[in-house]
């Protein structure tokens, strides 16, 4: 027993069978890493299975083989550090010693007077791939679809060598991009091709027979008959990178995201120094990150997005929902269209798209083809798929195309009165059981299934633009939608592989009631005589994806301003209606213009003379995201306090540093100072009080 042991560790083991390998006259021993679960369950490294790679790797030397080589069990290589242990750390030792731990034993490979090789033949990421890279050689299966280095975004660093060894074997660039960039970037990962291409390995061999054909490659190695050649690494160009990554990081995240800058730190500190002394600095940051509140916050958003989105709560029983073998979409503008290319792509069903007229939905049509077409040109889509996805899409002006569709969507105008007319024309033409949702951002689905004669087939589905981006859908349940029609729903949602939440049906559910407070008071800042610029850079401290006159743009003016209109209907006390913001809404002016507020705007606003400081700015904007988020939980907007950080990671793009905003608002003591009481208990989302 250690200081790190975690009995809920499912434990890798690491399995070692000596393997004949022709022109070779000792067999090579061949490493299996398993823990005896389906590729669902990928294969970790908590403490005990880094004993158990341990113990194998001295198994193997033993033997005296020709090489040692290791890969993972079928789909999977290994995919890093066991995430449930890390919690279990709470002093600075323990943290230290798991960073010591994994160095020591990885190093084991790559100090070795054997030869050794990963032969990775399925998902690698964190320190999976950090024990691929301390093998001599790499072999890499053209089936692997995620190779990462994903730390960064679980508020760590690559702690068991990447940030010392990939960039002397890819260059700096590469590694700041794997290293910092990419998990930056919705946790962006690397395809085989993407990463074989980088260097990170030495060959890429056809999944078929892919471990044959790497013992073979690797014999051919020990035996001088393959030499492996890698480039020289241009470290001229070191420190430039570095200055441009963190110029970049400033203006992006403004100090917000520790474990970025200490990556930063580690890979220039690789330039010059010795492999020891740069691990014993891995071991120092990774100690820091773990005993962090950032750390904390971004394990519990990983858990959230990886397990919680995956178990809607409050979902009904899934064999409720009934088969969809034709979707109708209302509209065929912008959304509509996006939203005809995602239910063909996914359901691989007919889709048809109305609207008032026929240039309209050529318009439509064309730009799902078009978009079709682009996958093809870039390679992300063979021309079979997009051959048979060009014949599923079509459009009609007449609704009597939705005659035997199963699933009819609206995208129209956000106005109750048009959207009600809609659903009055598509029930008198659809079967009884024909599925109705609304995409409908703020309005009530209750009161729009008011005339209708089955108002419980009538459900919100309430996407997030862009549609192929944004994975959140808010799943409304108006007063009379029945279990069968919200089951319907989920079931869809999941075929579109989206991460479904179930929201009750109050104004503007959860992203754009809390987005809308938020903008609200930024722009009652400005209105009071706050610079713009002041008020808009206020909460750059929060490392938001897109500070907030930037958001205000990607949603629109005319669009924030009215649904800041029906929420100051339902709460007048709370939400205004900024006669600034109408004013812009009007002028259909550009509201930025190179970053900054487009001056013909600046002329337009009619401002008070009590500014504010960009504290006050900033404490008011996270007082109102407090306030509103417990009104909301008081409600039951949604069943739990974590349902809301889910939705805000998934459907606004909030980061995981944050834990969504929850986390940081219990915290920085927002939370209690506000509402009298924390959302969470100590402990979850944060350090143990």
């Known amino acids: 027993m250690t200081t790190l042991d975690n009995p809920a560790e499912v434990v890798t083991k690491a399995l070692v069978r000596e393997v004949r390998v022709p022109g070779l006259d000792r067999p090579a021993a061949l490493i299996t890493l398993d823990n005896g679960l389906d590729h669902r369950k990928p294969n970790t490294l908590g403490p005990a299975g880094l004993a158990e790679l341990d113990t194998a790797i001295t198994t193997a030397l033993a033997a005296e083989p020709a090489f040692v080589a290791i890969t993972g069990k079928p789909y999977v290589f290994c995919v890093g550090a066991d995430l449930t242990g890390m919690p279990l750390l709470t002093t600075r030792e323990q943290a230290l010693e798991i960073g010591r731990m994994g160095h020591r034993i990885f190093a084991r490979l790559r100090d070795s007077a054997v030869p050794t090789f990963a032969f990775v033949n399925g998902a690698a990421m964190g320190g999976g791939l950090e024990l691929a890279l301390h093998c001599h050689y790499r072999t890499l299966s053209g089936g692997v679809a995620a190779l990462a280095l994903p730390e960064v975004s679980l508020g760590l660093i690559p702690g068991w060598g990447g940030t010392q060894l990939l960039p002397h074997l ?18 962006r990962m690397l395809k085989a091709r993407q990463a074989a291409e980088m260097g990170v390995a030495d060959v890429l061999l056809e999944p078929a027979d892919f471990l044959e054909r790497s013992l073979e490659w690797a014999a051919d190695v020990v035996r001088g008959e393959v030499s492996v050649t890698r480039p020289e690494i241009d470290k001229e160009m070191w420190e430039g990178v570095l200055y441009f990554a963190r110029h970049q990081l400033d203006q992006r995240l403004h100090g917000a995201v520790p474990s970025a800058y200490r990556a930063l730190d580690l890979l220039a500190l690789a330039k010059e120094a010795s492999f020891a002394d740069g691990t014993a600095a891995e071991d120092e940051a990774l100690a820091d990150l773990i005993l962090s509140e950032e750390m904390r916050a971004s394990l519990y958003a990983f858990d959230l997005v990886q397990r919680r989105a995956k178990r809607p709560v409050g979902a009904p029983d899934a064999e409720l929902a009934r088969p969809v073998t034709k979707v109708g979409i209302v509209g065929a503008g912008l959304m509509a ?29 064309g730009y799902v083809h078009a978009e079709i077409e682009k996958q093809v040109g870039k390679g992300r889509m063979d021309t079979g798929t997009a051959a048979k996805l060009l014949t599923l899409v079509s459009g009609a002006v007449d609704k009597s195309a939705f005659a035997d569709a199963d699933f009819v969507i609206e995208a129209v105008f956000e106005d109750l009165k048009v959207k009600k007319q809609v659903w009055a024309e598509v029930e008198a033409i659809v079967g009884p059981q024909t599925i109705l949702a609304t995409n409908t951002s703020s309005l009530s689905v209750t009161e729009m299934a008011t005339d209708l004669d089955h108002p419980e087939r009538l459900v919100g589905f309430h996407f997030f633009n862009p549609v192929a981006v944004l994975p959140l859908l808010e799943i409304v349940r108006g007063e009379r939608t029945d279990d069968a029609t919200l089951a319907t729903a989920f079931a869809v949602g999941k075929e579109l592989r989206k991460s479904c939440v179930l929201v009750s049906d109050a104004p503007a559910f959860v992203v754009n009631r809390l987005l809308t407070r938020f903008l ?12 713009p610029q002041t008020a808009d850079a206020a909460v750059d401290s929060l490392g938001l994806p897109m500070r907030p006159l930037a958001l205000l743009q990607l949603v629109g003016p005319p669009v924030a301003h009215h649904v800041g209109g029906t929420l100051h209907a339902a709460f007048p006390d709370r939400f205004t209606v900024s006669d600034n913001l109408r004013r812009i809404a009007e002028s259909g002016l550009p509201l930025l213009v190179d970053d900054e507020l487009n001056p013909e705007i600046g002329k337009l606003l009619e401002v008070g003379s009590q500014p504010l400081t960009a504290e006050q700015v900033r404490q008011r904007a996270l007082d109102a995201l407090a306030q509103e988020i417990r009104l909301m939980l008081d409600e039951g907007v949604v069943a739990e306090a974590p349902d809301i950080d889910l939705c805000m990671i998934l459907g606004a793009g909030w980061p995981f540093h944050l834990g969504g905003i929850i986390p940081y608002l219990d915290r920085s003591g927002t939370a209690e100072r506000v509402t009298g009481r924390r959302f969470l208990p100590p402990g979850v989302a944060s350090l143990p009080a």
Do not use: K, Y
Request: no cysteine.
């Open 337 to 365: 269209s996006q939203l005809a290319l995602l239910f063909a792509r996914r359901l691989q069903v007919p889709v048809v798209l109305t609207d008032l007229d026929q240039s309209r939905v050529d318009a439509g049509v």
């Open 520 to 531: 609200g008071e930024i722009l009652a800042a400005i209105d009071a005589g706050t610079d």
């Open 170 to 187: 890819i260059g700096i660039p590469a590694a700041a991009q794997v290293i910092i960039s990419n998990p930056l970037t919705q946790n």
